[in-house]
């Protein structure tokens, strides 16, 4: 037999349930207005690796050299 406080819980959980979807709609249809941090985390890593790169060190003239084989 189900009692009346069954009831009330069951019709409350319904309730929260039908919230819970109605936002997650309402999340969903939104434009977002600005970027995502992840987005804006990944621009600001693009940025700091195409920035300028140090030339890497001078390798040496090995124009006669004893062991070059």
Do not use: C, F
């Not at 936002?23 to 300028?52: D, F, H, M, V």
């Amino acid at each position: 037999m189900i009692s009346l406080s069954h009831l009330y819980v069951a019709a409350h959980q319904d309730e929260m349930r039908n919230g819970a979807a109605n936002e997650r709609l309402a999340r969903t249809l939104q434009t977002p207005q600005r970027p995502s941090r992840i987005g804006a985390a990944l621009k600001s890593l693009w940025s700091l690796l195409s920035g300028p790169a140090e030339r890497p060190l001078a390798l040496p003239n090995l124009t006669n050299y004893p062991y070059r084989g």
